[in-house]
Every structure is written in structure tokens, then in C-alpha cells.
């Protein structure tokens, strides 16, 4: 009986061992949990960080997922880094550049046609581009006309303009306007500026939205004002990257007409960084040398 007795003890844990079991079991839910913590944020980042390699195939898959916009930015991302390398291979994924110029989403169309400006020898790009000009959006048409710059086209001279000046946003129906942003804030593309409320049938309330980034210069309609469609709502200053963008582009294919508005900024009659007003000076210079050398001949 002792010698089974001795046997039983030698094989049976001792009290200490045990809890130091259960501590062992009772702590893997909690390690388990706190590499979830870790883990699970970085796979979700690594899953949507832009600068992730994506292999041919994994961008030709992510341009056709509709469902997943940020899986559409990221292969666009990795696009724009084999164009700028003058990679022959992005060709292949030109078609599906060119039809994104016809998304619904705005910053699909959009980066559409910064894409575009990478190849000026595409035929298809510089006919798609003409056609973006025509946008309904305003940043779209403006992003359309800076990479015709690149294939020397000049019919975006117009837009390239309008990137200069003030741009107004009009009411699209009629109502009692509400939630209005004060005069001198700034506005990011997409910013809720105020609220329209409909006083007869249809939808109740419809928001106006900045389609630009830069700061309210004035406000037409103020809270609790009755408005119609197409009247002016807000003026926004133009920002001043869109200002430096449009100076840049004009040195190259800006004309006389085009000079006292770029002089404006270069005398410093527009408050903006002393970058852009020295953009302004060496577009004035240049469509000067231009206008010069044409009268010489």
C-alpha cells in the first residue's frame, strides 16, 4: 500500500504546478486577444497602405472592383509609379485609365486625367482628355486641361483661367437656406457649406458641398434665406496650389490675354505664398519672350 501510495505521489502534480497551469491556460485568451489588438490594425493597414507592391494581376483585379474604391486608388497609385518610370508595361492597363474618365465617382475622373498627363504620345489619352473638358465637375475639367499642357494643347486655356479667379457656387434649387459656413474659412473639395430646405414637395433637404479647395470669400445667402435655383450662394478664393498649378501651365502656353491676370499675382495684388509670386514673375516673363518673338516675325 505505501509503494502505491509513493508511485501516486511521484506522478501527481503538486499543488504549485497546477496553479501554475491554470495561470498558463487562464493567460492565453488574454495573449490571444492582445495580438488580435496588434495584429488585426496591421494587416487592415498593410491591406490598404498605397505604397504595398501589387502584382499585375492584383492591379488588374483592384481597377475592376467597384465595390472597394480604395482598392481602384491603390492600383492607380502603383500605375502612376511605373508611368513616371516610363514602364511600357502600364499600357496595358490604358483602356481601363480612359473608361474611369466615365465614373461616377469625381475622384476617379479626376485622377483619370492626372493619369492621362504622363503620355502625350497616347492618341487616346489626348482624345479623352478634349472630352473631360467638358466635365460637369469643376476639379475634373481642371486637372483635364493641365495635362493638355502636356500634349501642347491649349484648349484648356480657358479652365487654366478659371483656376485664377474666384469661383461662385449657385444654389440647385429652390428653398430656405440653413447650416451656412461663415465668410473667411477654409474649404477642403467636398466640404458641407450649407443646407438647402425645399418649402414644397420633392426632397426635403438637399446639401451644397464645396467642389474646390480654398477659402470663402464672401456669402450670398446667409442662414434662414430664401433662394432660387442658380443663385449665388458662396465665393471661394482660388487655393493657392490650384494658383501655383495654373501659373505653371500658362508660362507654357499662356498669351497676352492671359497677362493681366497672371500680373496680378506677380505685383502681389492677390495675397498668396511668395512661391506662387514667383511663379506669377516667371510666367509673366515667359508669355512676354513669346509675344515678342511672334511680332518679330
Do not use: C
Amino acid at each position: 500500500m505505501s509503494a502505491n501510495r509513493s508511485n501516486g505521489n511521484q506522478h501527481s502534480p503538486t499543488a504549485a504546478t497546477v496553479a501554475g497551469q491554470k495561470r498558463r491556460r487562464s493567460s492565453w485568451p488574454l495573449i490571444t486577444l492582445a495580438s488580435l489588438f496588434i495584429i488585426a490594425p496591421f494587416l487592415t493597414w498593410y491591406g490598404t497602405w498605397f505604397g504595398r507592391h501589387l502584382s499585375d494581376a492584383e492591379i488588374s483585379e483592384y481597377l475592376s472592383d467597384e465595390k472597394k474604391p480604395r482598392h481602384i486608388q491603390h492600383a492607380l497609385s502603383q500605375i502612376e509609379e511605373r508611368m513616371v518610370k516610363g514602364d511600357a508595361g502600364a499600357k496595358r492597363w490604358y483602356p481601363q485609365i480612359i473608361a474611369l474618365g466615365n465614373s461616377s465617382v469625381t475622384e476617379f475622373r479626376k485622377t483619370s486625367a492626372y493619369l492621362m498627363g504622363y503620355d502625350n504620345k497616347s492618341e487616346e489619352f489626348h482624345a479623352a482628355l478634349i472630352r473631360l473638358l467638358e466635365d460637369s465637375q469643376p476639379g475634373v475639367r481642371r486637372q483635364a486641361a493641365l495635362s493638355l499642357v502636356t500634349f501642347g494643347d491649349t484648349r484648356g486655356r480657358g479652365e487654366l483661367r478659371a483656376m485664377l479667379e474666384p469661383y461662385t457656387i449657385t444654389a440647385s434649387i429652390d428653398g430656405l437656406t440653413g447650416s451656412v459656413v461663415s465668410e473667411g474659412s477654409a474649404v477642403r473639395e467636398g466640404t458641407l457649406m450649407a443646407r438647402i430646405f425645399r418649402e414644397t414637395g420633392g426632397e426635403a433637404t438637399v446639401e451644397v458641398r464645396s467642389p474646390l479647395p480654398g477659402r470663402i470669400k464672401s456669402v450670398a445667402a446667409h442662414e434662414g434665406a430664401r433662394v432660387r435655383a442658380g443663385d449665388a450662394l458662396f465665393v471661394i478664393a482660388p487655393d493657392s496650389q490650384f494658383v501655383w498649378e495654373a501659373l505653371r501651365a500658362l508660362s507654357l502656353i499662356g498669351e497676352r490675354e492671359d497677362l493681366p491676370l497672371v500680373e496680378r499675382y506677380a505685383s502681389g495684388a492677390e495675397a498668396v505664398p511668395e512661391q506662387v509670386k514667383q511663379q506669377a514673375n516667371q510666367t509673366a516673363r515667359a508669355i512676354h519672350a513669346r509675344i515678342e518673338k511672334a511680332d518679330a516675325h
